[in-house]
């Protein structure tokens, strides 16, 4: 099995030999078997040396993590495979974290402060009393009439305001939140 590097420049190195062949025009390629695909990576021989520089082979994206690899060799028009097996492609850079979480309750605690506070003089307890007024409808509706629009007690005046969307549904608002009917509520304005 030969070993690969992802994140390391990688070079094939073999010694080799050729009988009755030149290395001078000797053509050297070494392939790599991916997911269905295949690269091919070109060296060159000197001094009985193949040298096959491969880069780092993160980038290949389709590289298996164990694939196939094979050497070959052309010489004098002759297809030599002088070397066949298996790669293991890892990292030579690894980082693990394990996350500890902390137990539910601490053995002991780290920091302990304890703050030594003036003890208050008593007052004398004061309940508040909070009275809720019940207001009448019909004088917050004639109220807000007179505050937010021009009516002037006339039918025609009444009309022309509930004709604006924010002015009918206040008057809305109000009658449904006291259960009151629109017609009624409508008339005793007009009084």
Known sequence: MYRLLKDKNNEFLCEIKLEGASTKDAKVRLFLQG????????????EGKCIVPLGKLKKFANLLESGKIRLEVIADDT?????E??????????VTVEVL???????????????????PTPRPQVKPTIKAEKKNPITEIKKYLKE????NGTPNS?????QKKEHRYYINAIC?????????VLKQILK
Request: hydrophobic share 30%; aromatic share 10%; charged share 30%.
């Open 35 to 46: 997911d269905e695909c295949e690269y091919a990576f070109h060296g060159k021989i000197e």
């Open 79 to 83: 297809w030599f495979v002088p070397y």
């Open 85 to 94: 097996s298996e790669y293991q492609l890892e990292q030579e850079k690894r």
């Open 101 to 119: 979480q902390p137990g539910s309750t601490p053995s002991k605690p780290l920091v302990e402060v304890k703050v030594q506070e003036p003890v």
């Open 148 to 151: 937010n629009t021009n009516f």
């Open 158 to 162: 009444l009309k022309s305001v509930i």
């Open 176 to 184: 449904e939140s006291n259960r009151l009917d629109k017609l009624a």
